[in-house]
């Protein structure tokens, strides 16, 4: 019997040097509001994405002819192009452009993560491709959880339940660690309605983020997008072909 | 109305740099087994226990009349007197006894928050008198788990969602973070089989721990001790008064 491929959920960028990634898939979760944007810019023709952790080395990417997407604690920094909304990145704005992207904790976490064996941008709404593609490379795969300012959080926990549930489901891995398998716990007491979970369970600070309200519903869709950002060379790119392979592999 | 006390859970001791524990009551959590034992310890009379986080330090303790315990990844360590097993901690051999203690994780996450408002030792051992004393106080909670080399860990996940989800349903209190909220969650899953849950859960971790099975199953018993084990000037004492004012606030 060939060893099963391991799961293994790492909840802050701060505990991440304690695993051991150079054989790992690192999938990084921003899901409010990072991976999903990256998604989205994706999906909508952006050529790549430059994670930068500060805030001045973004800013000097705009003389490069970058577009320069920037947020803290959930605002928009001035003299940005645009901040964290996935909205920002949809249309013709993005189209072809090259951005340079620093935000509270999704791009700390790529950061974290940069010398991985691979490092691909998970989130709802590319959920069902990653998936795929996870199961076919056969390989261990570790859930990078930005959180909140190296603090665990619940959303980015309840899509790495979701992606871990399904792998583990196919038999061909195994979740290796307790975060893995509290993450498929909390998943599955979840699973059936997110939005509202999320809404119980944290109220308080959901209260204070009223102003995001349609970014959190629409980052909690699943399936919206096609893509798998991919880092190569320091930026984001979109892996190529996974539309084609995916609808190729896709039964009818 | 009065603003709640807030309850907050940190997975790891290499995350409490993050919290502010200045003003909060931290319960440090070891499960399996160190703050198991310590709850024991003090049940069969010990006088005093210093943790301490290296095995020379510890070792250095025999010289001054102390009994030395010490354990490192599950095994007890050669020349010391005794293991992390809850079993050593019975009878006339604790008894009046001051005791150096040194493990994998307790005692590192003991260190680790000692600067605390205050610090008590938490286990299934102790929950009922704990989870009462917690309510009387009506001050910030923090519990500390100490995990496993600083990664989390459920059973000690479970411990602290239990006593959140006490204090919680009190109404006195307010789960204050995604990781408060995360353990309840947690707990309600697992709270009628605690043992079936982790063995469930974490099969491989279980048949590598095959031999302290016994451990496991007396760990998550509930309410066996009448103590809580407090930090004052840097050791270990079983709190005055525990018993007698618990006997005298409870119903007939």
């Known amino acids: ?22 054989d790992s898939i690192v999938v990084v979760i921003d899901v409010l509001r990072a ?20 805030i001045d080395d973004c ?6 002819g970058f577009l320069i997407a920037g947020e803290r ?5 001035d003299g940005f192009d645009f901040g964290n909304s996935p909205f920002n990145y949809m249309g013709a ?26 490092l691909v941008i998970g989130s709802f709404l590319n959920i ?3 998936q795929q593609w996870l199961l076919e490379q056969n390989k261990n795969v570790l859930f990078l959880c930005a959180g909140w300012k190296n603090k665990f959080n619940l959303e980015d926990t309840l899509f790495a339940g979701a992606v871990a549930s399904y792998l583990q489901a196919s038999g061909e891995f195994m979740a290796d660690c307790d975060s893995a398998i509290a993450a498929i716990h909390l998943y599955e007491k ?27 519903e629409f980052c909690l869709m699943q399936n919206l997008v096609k ?25 009818a």
């Open 93 to 118: 704005q993005v189209k072809g452009k090259s951005i340079a992207l620093t935000t509270t904790n999704g791009t700390q976490a790529i950061d974290a993560a940069k010398h991985a064996y691979k």
């Open 35 to 54: 991976t999903s944007s990256i998604c989205v810019a994706f999906e909508n023709g952006a050529e790549k994405i430059v994670p930068v952790a500060k």
């Open 128 to 130: 069902g491709v990653l």
């Open 190 to 216: 979840a699973q059936h309605d997110l939005f509202k979970f999320l809404e119980n369970s944290s109220h308080r600070r959901r209260l204070e983020r009223l102003k995001i309200e349609k970014d959190i």
């Open 227 to 251: 893509v798998i950002p991919v880092l190569e060379n320091g930026a984001l790119v979109s892996m190529p072909n996974v539309k084609r392979e995916i609808a190729e592999s896709s039964p």
């Open 73 to 77: 604690n959930g605002e928009k920094l």
């Open 59 to 64: 800013q000097a990417y705009k003389e490069k």
């Open 1 to 22: 019997m060939q060893a099963k491929a391991s799961i293994e959920v790492c909840y802050s960028p701060a505990l991440f040097p304690l695993y051991n990634a150079t």
